[in-house]
C-alpha cells in the first residue's frame, strides 16, 4: 500500500510590508531581530491611548458640567415663571391711582359742602297730609306702568328673565369649584392665572352657562358691564367652543350657546 502523504498548507511568501520583512530589511541593518523593534512603535501607542483617554475624561467632565448647568438653568428659569405669577400683579394701584383717588375724595368733598340744606320739617308735615292721596294714586299707576314696559322690554330683546339662582349646598359649592378648576385649566394659558382678570371673566362665563339647565344662551345675556363686557364675552365663548365645553348653534339664525361640559 503506497504512503499516503498528509495535508500540508502550502507556505505563503513573505510580503514585502510584513514585520519579518522589515525587521530583516537591508535598508535598517541595524534593526532588532525578531520583534524587537515593535517596543518604541509600543511605547508611541501607549502614550497616544494615554491622551485619548484624558481627552475622553475632558469630555466626560464637560458633559458633567453642561448637565448641572442644564439643571440650574432650567430651576432659575421655573423660579422666574413661579415668581411672575405669584409676585407680578398688573392690576396693582399704582401712584397714578392713588392721585386719582385723592382727587375724587376732593372733588366729592366739594360737592358734599355745595348741597343746599333740607327743607323745613314743618313744611313737609303740612304738604304731606294734602299730597298723601295723590301720591298713593300716582305710586299705584307708577308700579302699574313698569310693569308693562318690563314686560314689552323682555318680548321685544327676547331675553327670558332670569330665575332667582338657586342656594348650592357646601358639598355642592365644593363640587362646582372643583369643576370649574379642571375645566379652566384644560383651556389656554392666558385663562389659567397669567391674567388674572380674564380668568375671574371664564369662571363667570361658565358659572352662568352651568346654570342654564340646557337652554341656548346668547352672548348678550353674559354681559356684565364694566367688567365683563362684549369682548371679553366673545373671547370666552370662542376658548370654550375650541375646547368642545360649549357648542354654538345658528340654525334658527340667532347664534345660541349650549352647554355640554367636559368630555
Known amino acids: 500500500m503506497p504512503g499516503h502523504t498528509p495535508h500540508r498548507t502550502p507556505l505563503k511568501r513573505v510580503s514585502q510590508g510584513s514585520l519579518f520583512a522589515l525587521s530583516r530589511s537591508g535598508n535598517n541593518p541595524d534593526a532588532p531581530h525578531g520583534l524587537g523593534f515593535i517596543e518604541p512603535v509600543m511605547a508611541e501607542l501607549v502614550d497616544e491611548v494615554e491622551a485619548l483617554q484624558a481627552n475622553v475624561e475632558g469630555l ?90 318690563s314686560i314689552a322690554k323682555s318680548t321685544s330683546t327676547g331675553i327670558p328673565k332670569k330665575k332667582a339662582k338657586p342656594k348650592l349646598t357646601a358639598k355642592e359649592k365644593k363640587e362646582r369649584s372643583l369643576s370649574l378648576e379642571k375645566i379652566v385649566m384644560s383651556l389656554p394659558l392666558e385663562f389659567r392665572g397669567s391674567d388674572p382678570g380674564l380668568r375671574r371673566n371664564m369662571e363667570s362665563v361658565i358659572e352662568f352657562m352651568m346654570d342654564s339647565d340646557g337652554r341656548g344662551i346668547k352672548l348678550i345675556e353674559l354681559i356684565k358691564p364694566p367688567d365683563l363686557n362684549q369682548a371679553r364675552v366673545n373671547k370666552c365663548l370662542i376658548a370654550l367652543v375650541n375646547r368642545k365645553i360649549v357648542q354654538k348653534e345658528n340654525s334658527t339664525g340667532t347664534v345660541l350657546y349650549h352647554w355640554t361640559g367636559l368630555s
Open 60 to 149: 466626560r467632565n464637560l458633559s458633567n458640567s453642561l448637565k448641572i448647568f442644564n439643571e440650574s438653568f432650567a430651576s432659575w428659569l421655573y423660579v422666574m415663571d413661579m415668581n411672575a405669577l405669584t409676585v407680578d400683579w398688573p392690576q396693582a394701584p399704582t401712584d397714578a391711582s392713588f392721585r386719582l383717588a385723592k382727587r375724587r375724595a376732593e372733588a366729592a368733598l366739594k360737592a358734599a359742602s355745595t348741597v343746599p340744606p333740607p327743607p323745613d320739617s314743618e313744611a313737609d308735615k303740612t304738604t304731606f297730609s294734602e299730597n298723601q292721596e295723590f301720591e298713593t294714586t300716582y305710586t299705584t299707576n307708577a308700579t302699574t306702568r313698569n310693569t308693562s314696559t
